[in-house]
């Protein structure tokens, strides 16, 4: 495990990206933290890493918003996920096997669920834009301090 501490949605998204830019699929990037702690921020960064323009929102009422680019990202919300039949009907292990990157927020619903080359990020706030991120998984990412 390592910690990345950001000062800023920008650091927050500056990092992300550089996260994805080493992101190969299939793998899941699980969040774990309460609301408001930069989860889309985070995830904002991880599709400028993967090429993906646009604009990327939170998939709270959608469930999963999709976005293409040289590897596609999957942006789930796991808030209301319950059961192993919520899990399924969000084509979450459908989407796992196309090869893409699934961004999963409220990841503390479906952690029995997560594949083991899961990356965990779990965060935590600092201040008021400070957060501390704590990353488990597979990746080098601890090079790209901001």
């Known amino acids: 495990m390592f910690t990345v501490e950001t000062h800023s949605v920008e650091e927050t998204i500056a990092f992300a990206e550089k996260m994805g830019k080493l992101l190969k699929g299939p793998v899941v990037v699980a969040f774990f933290g309460g609301l408001g702690m930069g989860k889309t921020a985070f995830t904002k960064g ?10 990327v929102t939170s998939p709270t009422f959608a469930l999963v918003n999709e976005y293409r680019g040289k590897t596609n990202l999957y942006h789930f919300d796991m808030y209301r996920v319950e059961t192993w039949d919520d899990l399924y009907s969000s084509g979450f292990f459908d989407y796992y096997e196309t090869g893409g ?29 400070h957060r501390i991120f704590e990353i488990e998984g597979e990746g080098d990412y601890e090079n790209f301090v901001c």
């Open 101 to 129: 990157i699934l961004a999963c927020e409220w990841s503390e619903n479906i952690e029995n669920a997560l594949p083991s080359n899961t990356i965990r990020i779990t965060i935590k706030r600092g201040g008021e834009n």
């Open 46 to 55: 991880l599709a400028k890493g993967l090429g993906i323009s646009g604009d």
